[in-house]
């Protein structure tokens, strides 16, 4: 058991540019969940997948995020034309997918937008 | 709809003191609860979790929650702390049955104080 792992752990980018984080769940694990932190501030909720299904979205999810999950591995974040506001650590963890499950959370990607 | 409420953001105890950070919940259906630990630049690390079998809950590094329905609480306590406790905690509550999205509090920052 290797754990949730996230990269980049640190992104640096400018104002109306595209990113994209990468999350690798435990391998065993059928869902995976993203969630956005800010400063001072618990996770918040983004999406959630059953295998490579996207099963539920949060409104904190623009247009302008999306998730994917192919394959029903490893999952994607995208974030285009990056504003400020978008600044923040996003967290990623995954689960067996039993009725008291635990999730088990990646160290996180911290995103700066300038 | 569920929902936590962490009594204060910031707690100070001494090296050696009791440790209670305080945790209410709102839920409409019988929920599970969760206290997580997130070190500074980590992501979150589960404490210990309430699913409805024993009310006093026993966790790692010597952390213990009681849920008490009555009170709608699921406070934190560890009788002697440690400096390696010094972290943010998180509280968290789910509902119950097949996937639940988990809720989590706005954490409060532990400090101690040697």
């Not at chain 1, 067996?96 to 959370?105: K, N, P, S």
């Not at chain 2, 992501?43 to 849920?67: C, D, R």
């Amino acid at each position: 058991d290797t754990g949730v792992s996230q990269n980049p752990r640190h992104k640096i980018t400018k104002r109306g540019q595209n990113v994209t984080f990468r999350c690798d769940p435990i391998s065993e694990h059928n869902r995976l969940y993203w969630y956005r932190q800010t400063l001072g501030q618990g996770p918040e909720f983004l999406t959630y997948f059953q295998n490579e299904a996207q099963l539920e979205k949060s409104r904190l999810l623009s247009d302008r995020f999306s998730a994917e999950r192919p394959k029903g591995s490893f999952s994607t974040l995208e974030i285009q034309r990056t504003e400020q506001g978008d600044s923040a650590m996003y967290l990623c963890a995954s689960s067996l997918g039993l009725a008291q499950e635990t999730q088990y959370f990646g160290p996180g990607t911290r995103l700066l937008v300038l | 709809a569920q929902s936590v409420t962490q009594l204060g953001s910031h707690v100070s105890v001494s090296e050696g003191a009791l440790v209670l950070l305080r945790c209410n919940y709102s839920s409409s259906v019988p929920p599970y609860l969760f206290w997580y630990v997130q070190y500074p630049n980590q992501g979150l690390q589960l404490l210990l979790k309430y699913t409805s079998a024993a009310t006093l809950v026993k966790g790692i590094n010597g952390f213990e929650a009681e849920f008490k329905k009555s009170e709608t609480s699921f406070h934190l306590t560890k009788p002697s702390a440690h400096m390696s406790d010094a972290a943010e905690y998180f509280c968290a509550v789910s509902g119950t049955g097949g996937y639940q999205k988990v809720t989590f509090g706005t954490g409060t920052k532990l400090q101690v104080i040697p």
